[in-house]
């Protein structure tokens, strides 16, 4: 370990240390029981966290509640925002307010409930059965979120705010914040909102698409170049340097008429601008081992402007026969990149290459179900899903393709690719008796995808999409989960249209033709309750077969530098399979009942045939395990918290193009806080992410013309280490 890295390590274990000392010293208190609740729909053994639960800590906002519950962290860290998925019925919400999701595709769940005052929720449930009553679809555990009726009744309105000095240990600092505000004015409740955010997004699991991802101010990092025969060609030491700048305006409101029908509103307006540039100052050497005379300097700068406009509205009406429930939502997305390489040597200036792209997306979404009672113990909600998104994006590349030192312009490339999809379903939810729930969703989807590529006709697709999802309580404590459904992916439209690569100051084409995947996904997994609310413990395995899977392939003819090209493509099949182990324990035997541990732990397997190589490799952004540890203690009596989580992965991220083969490992991440109450509803929280630098290593080998040709240009090797950041935040209720 380094010595840089050392420090940090030390500096770490002593705050914990020194927190845990106060720990030792304060009269323990058990936390408060919770209500084991059955609920109306007969489902067995849910739980139910009220205000003598909360009322014991130091609470600002919603996030806090659900972080003392054991085992909801993990559950809170793997949610991300609501726009993952296909519309709005695919996928699913593992956090609803009052039942439902939010009325929006692009909002943070997390981010979301700090903006709710602690003090407004009058309840959390446990919700591990089905229901008709709540559109759940979950890995087998939804937490519902119930606020106060008349929150804000007893005088005035609500608010919390954070202020953040922000700054990491290569220089930088800055300050940003939040600010939240909700009052109810007759029936209508409203919640206004403001946060800026200098920092990228941190990840909070250790998955996701490569996991630990852009998500840096600074960092360091050491490439190497090397011949086929093995002779160093290039040492360049790089300087990387990422601005963020997240502002996010969000409003909601809820209107609740006098027949018990509700409408509500959501709104989000966030412009984000990022600036990125690395500086390379790199030596050369010959095949023969020789240092060539003279320094080159290389700068790279990508500068991105995005602003996300969402408008979401749901409406809610008791009726006689059932419940009827539509919700829309309407997002509209510029992106602005501009992208240049210049390279100096000497006195010489050599544009490398430019790139200029602009890109607006939108989304229409409209979904209406009516969800009516059957027999005793059922119901059927029968619903319809309308989307048209869009892509219209206008690029001007330039390369220098005669190695002349100056650029040549490419052709301006408009490309417009539009969707219109349609859904219809029916949910049947059936509670056979208190012990045993069913439910069983057949849909059928119907999409028509057409672009302004003359020779690419109008696609139509259909597909039939059935889901089971059947729950048993063995016992009170005990509950086995088996789930089968069949699963089709939104289409990134990135992947129909030319894209200009980074990395190798290229222009890519897309692929039009590209089909959406389909997955059959089966899990079954099994749900352990400890008594006197100590905590859960699970283990689910899983088995994913995907067909038309989403890669690069070969595609088109000959560059025009006469070279193969790679475009998205859809390879035939691929497959995932593994065992999920989690749970969240209090520390009651060990005389620590404010303790818990949340942890998850993850071991995978996934194979694809490679389109270039012919050879069978991991998907990529699938590692061989994942690991989540985490650790919180809250010090009641002394109005103090502290805590650590460790994020680790195993095994190696593979990503393959046409002429280039790169593996990545990264090491494991430790991030820790302490947080102390102070007068006047003040909170005092410090936070340190990546203590340890969390180094990523990584390998890249270059071929001449191909895999499939076999020929090595050159091997890339390199090593990077990302900033050490530090929060000081003063959070507070007013």
């Known amino acids: 370990m380094s010595t840089p890295a050392a420090i940090r390590l030390a500096s770490g274990v002593a705050v914990l240390a020194l927190t845990a000392g106060l720990a030792h010293a304060q009269t323990v208190a058990p936390v408060q029981p919770l209500t084991v609740a ?25 996030e806090d509640l659900l972080r003392r519950i054991p085992g ?19 996928g699913g919400d593992q956090i609803l307010i009052n039942g439902k999701r939010m009325a929006s595709k692009s909002t943070d769940v997390a981010s979301a409930l700090r903006r709710i005052p602690g003090t407004s929720v009058e309840r959390v449930e446990l919700i591990r059965g089905t229901s008709g009553d709540l559109e759940i679809r979950s890995e087998g555990l ?35 914040g939040l600010f939240s505000y909700s009052d109810k004015v007759g029936n209508l409740t409203y919640t206004l909102g403001y946060e800026k955010n200098l920092f990228s997004p941190i990840p909070t699991a250790p998955g996701g698409g490569g996991g630990f991802g852009g998500e840096y101010t600074l960092k360091d990092r050491k490439e190497i170049y090397y011949y086929p025969n093995g002779q160093m060609q290039q040492f360049r030491p790089q300087q990387w340097e990422r601005q963020h700048h997240k502002n996010i305006f ?44 003279g320094v080159t300097d290389e700068y790279h700068s990508n500068r991105q402007m995005r602003t996300i406009t969402e408008i979401g509205g749901e409406y809610e009406a008791k009726l006689k026969s059932g419940t009827l429930n539509v919700i829309a939502i309407h997002n509209y997305t510029p992106v602005k990149t501009t992208d240049y390489r210049n390279r100096t040597f000497g006195s010489a200036l050599t544009e490398v290459s430019r790139n200029v792209t602009k890109q607006v997306t939108q989304e229409d979404v409209i979904r209406s179900t009516f969800v009516m009672p059957l027999a005793k113990g059922q119901s059927l909600t029968v619903g319809a899903e309308g989307a048209k998104n869009s892509l219209n994006q206008r690029q001007q590349g330039y390369f220098d393709f005669n190695k002349d030192g100056r650029l040549e312009t490419v052709p301006v490339t408009i490309a417009v690719v539009e969707e219109q999809r349609g859904e219809m379903f029916l949910t049947h939810n059936w509670t056979i008796n208190p012990k045993v729930t069913l439910e069983s969703t057949l849909s059928y989807e119907a999409s028509q995808i057409s ?117 998205p493509v859809n390879l035939p099949d691929a497959k995932q399979y593994g065992l999920e182990l989690k749970t969240g324990l209090r520390m009651t035997p060990l005389g620590l009942p404010n303790a818990q541990i949340n942890a ?19 998907m990529p952004n699938v590692y061989d395990s994942e690991i989540t540890l985490g650790f919180r203690h809250d010090l009641n009596k002394l109005r103090a918290a502290y805590g650590a989580t460790l994020l680790a992965t195993t095994g190696e991220l593979v990503n393959s193009d046409i002429r280039n083969l790169t593996y990545t490992s990264r090491d494991p991440r430790l991030q820790i806080f302490a947080e102390k109450g102070l007068p006047h509803d003040l909170t005092l929280r410090a936070e340190i992410y990546n203590l ?43």
């Open 72 to 90: 909801i962290a993990t559950v809170l860290d793997s949610t991300g925002n609501n726009g993952q998925g296909r519309g709005l019925g695919a």
């Open 451 to 567: 672009t302004n590529f003359p020779a690419i006709p109008v696609q139509s697709y259909g597909f039939l999409k059935p889901r089971l999802d059947f729950r048993y309580n063995i016992t009170p404590v005990d509950r086995l989960r088996v789930k089968l459904e069949r699963t089709v992916s939104q289409l990134r439209f990135d992947n129909f249209v030319p894209i200009y690569n980074v990395i190798d100051s290229r222009l890519d084409p897309g692929n039009p033709g590209i089909a959406p995947e389909k997955m059959w996904n089966f899990e079954a997994g099994i749900e352990r309750r400890l008594a006197k609310d100590q905590g859960t413990m699970e283990a689910r395995g899983f088995y994913r077969a995907t067909t038309d899977e989403i890669e690069r392939g070969p595609f088109g003819g000959l560059s025009s530098t006469g070279l193969p090209q790679s475009a």
């Open 142 to 176: 939804v937490v519902n979120i119930v606020l106060k009726a008349g929150a804000n009744a007893g005088g005035g309105g609500q608010g919390n705010f954070s202020l953040d000095q922000r700054f990491n240990n290569m220089g930088w600092r800055d300050f940003d």
């Open 250 to 293: 969000t409003a909601q409101g809820a209107y609740a008429f006098q027949d018990g029908s509700q409408l509500s509103l959501n709104l989000l307006f966030q412009p984000h601008g990022t600036n990125q540039t690395d500086a390379t100052p790199y030596n050369s050497y010959t095949s023969a081992g020789v240092q060539l005379p």
């Open 692 to 734: 340890t630098g969390s180094p990523e290593t990584g390998r890249r080998l270059l071929y001449t013309v191909s895999q499939a040709n076999g020929a090595i240009n050159r091997t890339e090797s390199y090593t990077e280490t990302k900033d050490t950041r530090f929060v000081l935040r003063l959070r507070g209720k007013f």
């Open 600 to 618: 998850r732990y993850v071991i995978q397997t996934s194979n694809v045939l490679d389109p270039f190589s012919g050879r069978e490799r991991s």
């Open 38 to 62: 059955q609920p109306a729909g007969g489902t067995y053994g849910n739980q139910v966290y009220g205000q003598a639960f909360f009322a014991q800590f130091n609470l600002t906002n919603a």
